[in-house]
Structures are given as structure tokens and as C-alpha cells.
């Protein structure tokens, strides 16, 4: 499986942006996917989680209610749509899957990994 992470930027504090994850691979529909973010001297960390068939979905503390993941398995693409940013938002962030089909929050336990998109918040 290959992703590829598009749709970082520079947006002012209050505004949206749409992070996009593009994989590649048959077997895309049957993986749980995830996004951390990394922001500089900080550990990844994590951020959202969602099954394969959209069963389910978990969030981090920090950005529920303002963060939505979506999935659209016949384009292969993870959508992450970010409202009412934060300066504190501000990281780079990588989508990632999982081989198995459980729920993990650590980054220990994706197996793919996309190459980052950077997110900017201006205060």
C-alpha cells in the first residue's frame, strides 16, 4: 500500500482546511486508516481513526468536534476535513494504515505510511 497526503497549508486561526489521503492498492476498502501529526520537537501523535467501512471512527481529544474523518473506498481516498483551527494545529500530519482491522491509537502499529502534508495556523 502506497498514500500519498495532500491539502496542507497556511490558513488563519477560524478557518478550514480538507486533508486528502490517496492509497493505492486492491485491498484499501479493508484497512483502517488513521492521521497523526507531528509538530516540531513534539512526538507524533494521534489524531483520528476510521474503520473500512466507516463503521466507526475515534478522535482525539484535542480536535473532536472540530476534526471529521471520511472515507471514499471506490476512489481509494481519506478525507480529513478540519474546522476552527488552531495555532496548536499547526504540524505536519501523515495518514497511515493499518493490516488489521482493530482499533489502535499508536503510531507503533500502522504498517503504511504517507509522507506528510504541512499544516500552518496563523494566530
Known amino acids: 500500500v502506497q498514500l500519498q497526503a495532500s491539502g496542507g497549508g497556511l490558513v488563519q486561526a477560524g478557518g478550514s482546511l480538507r486533508l486528502t489521503c490517496a492509497a493505492s492498492g486492491r485491498t484499501f476498502s479493508s484497512k483502517v486508516m488513521g492521521w497523526f501529526r507531528q509538530a516540531p520537537g513534539k512526538e507524533r501523535e494521534f489524531v483520528g481513526i476510521i474503520s473500512g467501512s466507516s463503521t466507526w471512527t475515534y478522535y482525539a481529544d484535542s480536535v473532536k468536534g472540530r476534526f471529521t474523518l471520511s472515507r471514499d473506498n471506490a476512489k481509494n481516498t481519506v478525507y480529513l476535513q478540519m474546522n476552527s483551527l488552531k495555532p496548536e494545529d499547526t504540524a505536519v500530519y501523515y495518514c497511515?494504515?493499518?493490516?488489521?482491522?482493530?482499533?489502535?491509537?499508536?503510531?507503533?502499529?500502522?504498517?503504511?505510511w504517507g509522507q506528510g502534508t504541512q499544516v500552518t495556523v496563523s494566530s
Open positions: 497511515a494504515a493499518r493490516i488489521y482491522s482493530s482499533i489502535s491509537f499508536s503510531s507503533r502499529d500502522y504498517a503504511y
